[in-house]
């Protein structure tokens, strides 16, 4: 009895580590053309919560609906961090060899903005797929919040 229980457990999470794998996979097909790394970020995130929360087995009509629905916004809000993480990036290489205190100091705060965009795009696109806001404009001030 006791090996049976272990060995349904074996299975149960065989079952879900290849389901995640699945999914990551899926990401990371989605996100070749880098300008849609923003609809399958959002699209990762709400496959995998109706996988983990609620038991959804078609993971892939999920993930799928998901980068369908979310395409346009997850979109724009990902182009326009994309390019402020790119204009931060060139920046990072100008001041990359400080020599000066102020170099110095440039190099910190474009280190730091460049944390507080790459943490709000992460939240944007979780925000997205949960539907909680109106708008791309919306969703980046609620997520700079």
Known sequence: MNKKMNFESFLALGEKLTYIMALGLLFILCSVPVITVGASATALNKAMKLYVRYGEKRIFQAFFGAFIKFFK??????????????????????????????QT??????????????FETTVSFVMISEELTKGVKDTIVCALK
């Not at 100091?105 to 790459?118: E, Y």
């Open 105 to 118: 100091a440039g190099m910190i705060v474009i280190t730091i903005s460049l944390m507080v965009v790459i």
């Open 73 to 102: 916004p997850a979109t724009l809000v990902w182009l326009l961090n994309l390019i402020i993480i790119l204009i931060l990036c060139f920046d990072l290489l100008f001041y990359g060899d400080a020599r000066t205190w102020v």
